[in-house]
């Protein structure tokens, strides 16, 4: 997440800060916390772990900009490091903006789940 905020300010010609290490960590770590009360996850798929990604990042803001499109870039990665590509999503990506500027991750696991075409993944 670092070095994509990086790349992304640098393009942009904005200064790169990380403004808060522990935000950072808590986003980081969100995707594999356990449920109160239980001993699951609460975040059990690629897709759900993916879509906490961006939106925490777009909640907890710990860069000193590009929050948005260091979310998306984030989601994107994560993805293809898991292997699932997206299809056609380019021309969509406002939309996937406006679920993250709403911190709403369920409309983001929604959104990457309609640019997933056929391929679901196995686990979601």
């Not at 950072?24 to 109160?36: C, G, Q």
């Not at 870039?73 to 299809?87: A, C």
């Amino acid at each position: 997440m670092i070095s994509i905020n990086q790349s992304i300010t640098q393009k942009e010609g904005q200064p790169f800060k990380v403004l808060s290490d522990k935000s950072l960590n808590a986003i980081v770590n969100e995707p594999f916390t356990i449920a109160p009360g239980d001993n699951v996850y609460k975040h059990t798929g690629i897709v759900d772990k993916a879509a906490v990604y961006g939106s925490f990042l777009a909640k907890m803001k710990p860069f000193s900009s590009c929050n948005i499109r260091t979310a998306i870039v984030t989601i994107i990665t994560f993805l293809r490091l898991n292997d699932i590509e997206l299809l056609e999503y380019q021309d969509d990506l406002d939309s996937l903006a406006d679920c993250l500027k709403r911190f709403d991750d369920e409309a983001a696991k929604s959104w990457i789940l309609d640019h997933m075409g056929s391929k679901k993944p196995v686990f979601d």
